[in-house]
């Protein structure tokens, strides 16, 4: 089992700049993706970003050259730099982390980022 503990969400005007983080825990060795997606009401769940554990990562189309990801592997932890904020980046953001290429998933419980105009 892995639990993941998001935190950083929160309230920011137009052009404002937030930070996500995810720290995983449980029994694990190692784990290959980490990564973070939103869902804003009505809509689908969507890739915001992803890492793997030799560092290569993938953005969604509507957050590239704003968002950053990261991770600490020493500290089982991804981070989300959020600039350049606009108000259709409001959504809840969820943690997603995979052990192995190909394996289960796991989800974060979310948090809300909300962007006012």
């Known amino acids: 089992q892995v639990q993941l503990v998001e935190s950083g969400g929160g309230l920011v005007q137009s052009g404002g700049s937030l930070r996500l983080s995810c720290a995983a825990s449980g029994r694990f060795f190692s784990i290959y993706k980490m990564g973070w997606y939103r869902q804003a009401p009505g809509k689908q769940r969507e890739l915001v970003a992803r890492?793997?554990?030799?560092?290569?990562?993938n953005y969604g189309d509507s957050v590239k050259g704003r968002f950053t990801i990261s991770r600490d592997n020493a500290k089982n932890t991804v981070y989300l730099q959020m600039n350049s904020l606009k108000p259709e980046d409001t959504a809840v953001y969820y943690c997603?982390?995979?052990?192995?290429?190909?394996?289960?998933?796991?989800w974060g419980q979310g948090t809300q980022v909300t962007v006012s105009s």
């Open positions: 997603n982390v995979g052990l192995v290429y190909g394996g289960i998933d796991y």
């Open positions: 890492i793997t554990s030799g560092g290569s990562t």
